[in-house]
């Protein structure tokens, strides 16, 4: 579904300047161990994922996730919960890859809690979106320096999914 907006400003834009285009990027699998809970600190609630492997697909990259990851969350006041996740993806080429993301994800209290005792729930009743950025050496996949990407997640048991897709 594409919303579009109906103001005499927006109106008077170029066609490009009214949607957004996307192409697919990958789908990627986290595995991860259970979340450290630090708890209240003068920030944040703070809690921490670890990510020792997972997999990633799409037509121009696929590979692997190496050990090492993290995911540093801040369960906010309002109930969200703000992702601040660092990766290494390593092609099935052996070029690695960095991706870092910020993420949000949100939804009604008792679909949170359920997710948060590693219970299926349905992925559209509950927000989770992040905005990937990566760095990868010169050669086949720099043009990953110079993208935007956005991607949708959903929570299983062992780990999130998530679908990138690149702006164009």
Do not use: C
Not at 55 to 69: P, Q
Not at 74 to 86: C, F, I, K, M
Not at 136 to 146: C, F, H, V
Request: charged share 25%; net charge neutral.
């Amino acid at each position: 579904m594409v919303n579009t907006m109906s103001t005499p400003l927006f109106d008077d834009l170029p066609t490009p300047l009214k949607s957004v285009q996307t192409r697919p990027l990958f789908v990627m699998r986290l595995d991860v161990k259970p979340i450290v809970v630090v708890g209240e600190t003068p920030g944040p609630f703070r809690r921490v994922g670890i990510v020792p492997s997972g997999t990633f697909a799409g037509e121009r990259l696929s590979g692997k996730v190496l050990d090492g990851g993290s995911d540093w969350q801040t369960v906010r006041r309002d109930a969200s919960t703000t992702l601040d996740v660092r990766l290494i993806l390593q092609t099935d080429d052996a070029v690695n890859i960095t991706m870092a993301y910020r993420g949000l994800r949100h939804g009604p209290a008792d679909v949170i809690q359920r997710l948060e005792k590693g219970e299926e729930v349905d992925p559209a009743s509950y927000y989770f979106r992040i905005s990937p950025l990566f760095e990868a050496p010169a050669g086949k996949y720099e043009w990953l320096n110079r993208i935007i990407a956005v991607g949708t997640g959903h929570r299983f048991a062992y780990g999130p999914v998530y679908s990138v897709f690149e702006i164009l």
